[in-house]
């Protein structure tokens, strides 16, 4: 084991393999369907069973781990040789796992560096993938926290939903409500600003939403070197029709990456609900 080691959360939606590979450690949330808690994951609480729920008017809610959870994780990785962590998570805005991570960090003997991403979902990945760059090309825990800090916040998280009811159920709606109050014939066009649920625009047809998200994320680009990912929740058609778009109309800034599309992991989408399409653009270090 390298001396510094990186940990996220699993709303950072990082494959799992991609994690192993990187040695990034995942903590997972929770995902809390009628009487059943469940860890986020594959052997757990699925995007499916989070969408099924969801459709039944099942209750859902999502839970930060304990600190005890990091601690114990922080403790383990120190135990088998890590001299410094550097644990990066979702916006301390919108869950409260960030500062499970801090009161954790309290507690152990070594150098916890944590940092809140301002983002969420593969933003906050990007962030954790950006800080284990800098280990591997020799920077020290500071350096890689500061880099992460850096991704998470120069990307740009824009999301539609079907209907704001998901987001007004789980508290997470903040300034939307007082723009679109109940208007929910429209179709929203969200973003993460300052940590935070943020209108941007709305729209009345999903397809002009598609069209409108292909634009933002354009315009987000530039003319920099980006990554990408398309993320959905039961919305896998329209979540590849606009990775197609955007493979087309990013091909100088992506530089031969892929656009990444896959469906958005349980504990963000039980707040948003199916239907719902995101884009991130976070340009390169």
């Known amino acids: 084991m390298s001396g510094t080691v990186i940990v996220t959360d699993s709303t950072a939606s990082l494959p799992a393999e991609l994690a192993q590979e990187r040695g990034i450690r995942v903590v997972p949330l929770q995902v809390v369907i009628g009487a059943r ?23 859902v809610s999502t839970s930060r781990p304990a600190p005890a959870l990091f601690a114990e994780l922080y403790r383990s990785l120190a135990a088998e040789g890590a001299e410094e962590i550097v644990s990066v998570h979702l916006s301390g805005e919108m869950s409260g796992t960030f500062e499970s991570a801090q009161l954790a960090a309290l507690e152990v003997e070594l150098p916890v560096h944590v940092v809140d991403s301002g983002q969420v979902g593969i933003a906050t990945g990007y962030a954790a993938l950006t800080a284990a760059d800098v280990l591997d090309s020799g920077g020290t825990a500071e350096e890689a926290a500061r880099a992460a800090l850096a991704r998470g916040q120069a990307a740009t998280s824009l999301f539609y939903v079907d209907t704001l009811e998901y987001l007004r159920r789980g508290g997470r709606i903040g300034a939307a409500a007082a723009i679109f109050g109940s208007a929910l014939s429209v179709k929203p066009l969200l973003e993460i600003a300052e940590g935070r649920v943020a209108p941007r625009e709305r729209v009345r047809t999903a397809s002009r939403a598609l069209a409108r998200l292909a634009e933002l994320a354009v315009e987000a680009a530039g003319d920099q070197p980006v990554d990408v990912c398309v993320s959905h929740l039961a919305n896998a058609g329209r979540a590849e029709e ?16 892929e656009v990444m599309c896959g469906e958005l992991g349980a504990v963000l989408g039980a707040h948003v609900g199916p239907g719902m399409v995101a884009v991130c653009v976070a340009p390169r270090p």
């Not at 606009?242 to 100088?252: E, G, I, M, N, V």
Request: aromatic share 2%; proline share 8%; net charge negative.
């Open 242 to 257: 606009l990775a197609a778009a955007l493979t087309d109309r990013l091909a100088d800034g992506l530089e031969g990456r």
């Open 37 to 59: 808690v469940l860890d986020e994951g594959p052997d757990g609480a699925t995007p499916e069973v989070v969408a099924e729920a969801l459709r039944d008017f099942v209750p």
